[in-house]
């Protein structure tokens, strides 16, 4: 017997009739034999609804009502799941964020699970019954309703996971695995056995939509062990186990996988790719110490995300330009900002641009390979694709080029990797 977490997303809970499609998953798992914990998002686009309500009662806000309202959608979600479990003859009820409860600490609308009471949710699940969650929501310190920000019901899929000590945490999705990269894009991409931890959390990063990142760095933390599945299914399908999808794991459970000849070792897992970035020039900056600070201080006072960075090579009169990328949906307020700072910072002058996007290659293989950005570089080149800006890591190689050139870029990469499935 296991003890399996499940989490489904909001088109696998898109009305009543999907809802009856994961009650059968679910039972499928419990007759096994398996303690079963299910957390459900909201319906797809309930979320977006009740946020719009928010707006209209009052642009300005209160967060923690808005908190109140936008979680609602998983409370109804989580109801529902449990009324067709038991329509199903499942011994099954529904546990609300602050019934367990899940603490969370933080801001409202971005909360971050700190701990979760766990003892009332083992003895439910000992005793037989499916335990159903609402994702997305907890219980702050001065017990009012908090939110996790946008996907976060797979952080706390992965929370309770971890709180549960599950044997696994099944994140059922509208896609049945990790791919090499967008099926959309490139038709060869191929669906990953497994994949690490830390190639996981890169790709979430950098525009895979897969994996919420803060789920992957929770599991990574708490080593719960991911598979990620897809919901659309036969009702007649078998359970998870003998249906995987591609499983998240450890360094160590990857090398094990390689010796047992189940996977090959792999120089790049994958090509991401994402159009929601938005690059900042800041001309003619100080070239001095404390001038970047400057920059990014009042950036990060705001929550505003910084990804690349370039400082370019100063100019004969001790200045320099400062190039760096934020989400899109923050480019104004980010652009507010610096002008208001524009004395302190010392620049001339803001250039934007929200039409580039950021290709990346990640792969653990590039820890022990040379050769992989000059590849990268060459690829690109020879199809006249310009790179704007690199950026790397350990495992990862970003760069910035025109939105126009994704999907080619994208495709040349895949093929010049060696990525393309074989016909």
Known sequence: ??????????????????????????????????????????????TDRLVNFCREANPLYDPAEYDVVVASGEQVTSGLLALTLQALGCKARSWLGWQLPIHTIEAHAKARVESIDSNVLIASLEAGEIAVIPGFQGLSEDNRVTTLGRGGSDTSAVAVAAAIKADRCDIYTDVDGVYTTDPRIVAKARKQKAVTYEEMLELASVGAKVLQTRSVGLAMKEKVR????????????????????????????????????????????????????????????????GAVANIFEPLAAASINVDMIIQNVG????????????????????????????????????????????????????????????????????????????????????????????????????TAYGLDAVS
Do not use: C, W, Y
């Open 1 to 46: 017997m296991a003890r399996i977490v499940m989490k489904f997303g909001g088109t696998s809970m898109a009305g009543t009739e999907r809802i009856r499609r994961v009650a059968n998953i679910v039972r499928a798992q419990a007759a096994k034999g398996d303690q079963v914990a299910v957390v459900v998002s909201a319906m797809a686009g309930e």
């Open 315 to 414: 100019r004969d009169k001790g200045e320099t330009d400062v190039t760096f990328t934020v989400p899109q949906s923050d480019l104004a307020r980010a652009q507010a900002l610096l002008e208001d700072r524009r004395d302190a910072i010392g620049f001339n002058r803001i250039i934007t641009d929200s039409k580039i996007a950021k290709i990346s290659v990640v792969g653990v293989g590039m820890k022990s390979h040379a050769g992989v950005a000059s590849s990268m570089f060459r690829a690109l080149s020879e199809r006249g694709i310009n790179i704007q800006a690199i950026s790397t890591s350990e495992i990862k190689i970003s760069v910035m080029i025109d939105e126009d050139e994704t999907e080619l870029a994208v495709r040349v990469l895949h």
């Open 226 to 289: 991911v598979q990620v599945l897809s919901s659309f299914i036969g009702e007649g399908a078998p359970p998870a186990d003998d249906l995987p999808g591609t499983m998240i794991v450890s360094d160590e459970e990857m090398d094990d996988l390689v010796e047992k000849g189940l996977m090959e070792r792999q120089l790049v897992t994958g090509i991401a790719h994402d159009k929601n970035e938005a690059k900042v020039i800041l001309t003619r900056v100080p070239d001095r110490p």
